[in-house]
């Protein structure tokens, strides 16, 4: 389970954060304008009908995933810091990637682009980057942050 950080498990880690972050942050204000009306409760049988009758342009409800508190907190250490052994580490990516500017902004792409289910050969070429510069930058940056873990003795959680 634990052992020392590679770049597969430090970019495992940078995409459960992301996605951690993306599925509890969210609109803090109140809802808009009628936000007094109560929710109608939808069950099967009114997701069949409206389906049969093609009324339902949402599609099937789904449910969001609760995170757990373990993984809220493995969100704050990737893109937030904490302490360990009495001595603040920064952030991965800005503070162990600070003057790294094309390794990071590499990582931070890939991870969200596989958030989201897209292809990253597509928003490379979408965007004239070099696919084989991206992947080597990207594989870099996660190799550096491992080293960087593995240095300051923090112990890998895949």
């Given amino acids: 389970m634990s052992g020392e950080w590679d770049g597969a498990s430090v970019k ?3 995409i459960n954060a992301l996605e951690t972050m993306y599925a509890t942050s969210g609109r803090v204000a109140p809802k808009s304008f009628g936000s007094a009306m109560p929710e109608y ?3 099967a049988v009114d997701l069949w009908e409206q389906r049969r009758a093609e009324t339902n342009s949402v599609g099937r409800m789904t449910a969001r995933v609760q995170r757990t508190a373990r993984e809220v907190t493995r969100m704050e250490i990737v893109l937030l810091g904490h302490t360990h ?3 603040h580490v920064e952030n991965w990516l800005s503070g162990f990637l600070k003057d ?3 390794m990071r902004n590499c990582l931070v792409a890939w991870a969200t682009w596989e958030v989201f289910n ?3 050969k597509k928003e490379c070429r979408k965007r004239g ?3 084989s510069t991206f992947r080597s930058r990207r594989d870099r940056g996660a190799e550096v942050i491992a080293h960087h873990l593995n240095r300051l003795g923090i112990e890998s959680w895949y």
Avoid: C, E, I, T
Wanted: charged share 40%.
């Fill in 129 to 131: 980057w070099a696919y």
């Fill in 118 to 120: 897209k292809n990253s």
């Fill in 41 to 43: 409760r939808v069950d």
């Fill in 12 to 14: 495992r880690a940078l």
């Fill in 100 to 102: 790294q500017d094309g």
């Fill in 85 to 87: 052994k009495g001595k």
